[in-house]
């Protein structure tokens, strides 16, 4: 059970915006399906809510039950005061902006939803998840609860030709920029896309979390085949062990090729491992062990080894996690 509530606001009758509803189709077309047509997310859209009551009613609708992901995105006005930060609402006025960003947290924090994820692309969205009381900033993210936003409290979220800079890299994170080996895509992965992608001097992302595991938002095509992956702990007995390559592994020294042949020639079993093998260097599992490419290290009878990474999925590996 995964269910989204994604809102996009232009229609402000003072300082309308132009990209949010352009923002919130993009996010609600990509987060419906995974990659290969599965179903994804119940994807419910909301443009120009005009009212903060309504606002209020859609998310307390969207925390409700006992989903596995309940996930809320917003692109629109945000402000902040000396009491606190808000969502803007059509409504709005001088000392009732909107929906409180306090308020939010607390209806998110007292979710029985398994895991509850926001993202917000407006301007101060980094404010989210910190009180100010008596000169005070206490953190108060309750356990599951995930937060990604768009810039610091103190900062303006920008749109660019229709789209907000923050959702337009969010919408590549989950089109596959931010996927690991496998294809999933989780929080995590994509603050870090986004992070790298805006320069220092932009703005920048905010990213808190209370979670003992992340659960992917989005699926893609893994980089190498999942029965591949899961050969690391055929082919090495432990994570620090390495595998020793002779010429009967490169399938082009064989007698029907025109080729400089070293024996022993290319065996049918051992080209069928290396073409593995060389799969999961292309994606950075193994490396050759002294040469810089796992051909010489095959003709020269060398190595290869699980690099970090490699180390990791061997360990996913072998505790069936994957």
């Known amino acids: 059970m995964r269910k989204a509530l994604v809102v996009g606001i232009n229609s402000y009758p003072k300082n309308p915006l132009s990209g949010c509803i352009n923002d919130a189709n993009d996010i609600t077309n990509i987060l419906e399906r995974h990659e290969n047509g599965e179903k994804n997310f119940s994807v419910k859209k909301m443009l120009d809510v005009p009212t903060k009551g309504e606002l209020r009613s859609l998310i307390f609708d969207c925390f409700s039950g006992n989903a596995d992901i309940a996930l809320f995105y917003f692109s629109g006005h945000g402000y902040i005061d000396s009491v606190g930060g808000y969502l803007v609402t059509p409504d709005f006025s001088p000392h009732d902006w909107g929906v409180s960003m306090q308020e939010i947290l607390t209806i998110i924090n007292d979710s029985k939803c398994k895991n509850r994820i926001v993202i917000f692309d407006c301007c101060h969205s980094g404010f989210l998840g910190s009180i100010n009381t008596s000169g005070q ?169 699980l690099t970090s990474v490699g180390k990791h999925y061997w360990r996913l590996v072998k505790q069936d996690i994957i």
């Open 137 to 305: 900033n206490t953190s108060t993210i309750g356990e599951g609860v995930t937060i990604l936003t768009a810039s610091l409290p103190v900062e303006s979220a920008v749109e660019v030709n229709g789209r907000g800079v923050f959702t337009s890299l969010l919408i590549d994170a989950l089109s596959g920029g931010a996927s690991d080996i496998t294809g999933h895509i989780t929080p995590g992965g994509i603050y870090a896309y986004i992070d790298k992608s805006l320069g220092p001097w932009e703005q920048r992302p905010v990213f808190k979390t209370n979670v003992t595991r992340f659960l992917p938002l989005r699926n893609v095509k893994s980089q190498v085949s999942m029965d591949i992956i899961r050969k690391l702990t055929t082919y090495f007995s432990d994570a620090n062990s390495s595998i020793r390559l002779d010429p009967s592994f490169e399938p082009t020294n064989s007698p029907t090729v025109k080729h400089d042949l070293i024996e022993p020639f290319a065996d049918e079993q051992n080209t069928k491992i290396f073409s593995d093998l060389q799969k999961m260097e292309g994606v950075g599992l193994i490396v050759p062990c002294e040469e810089d490419h796992m051909y010489f290290a095959a003709m020269n009878s060398k190595a290869c080894k």
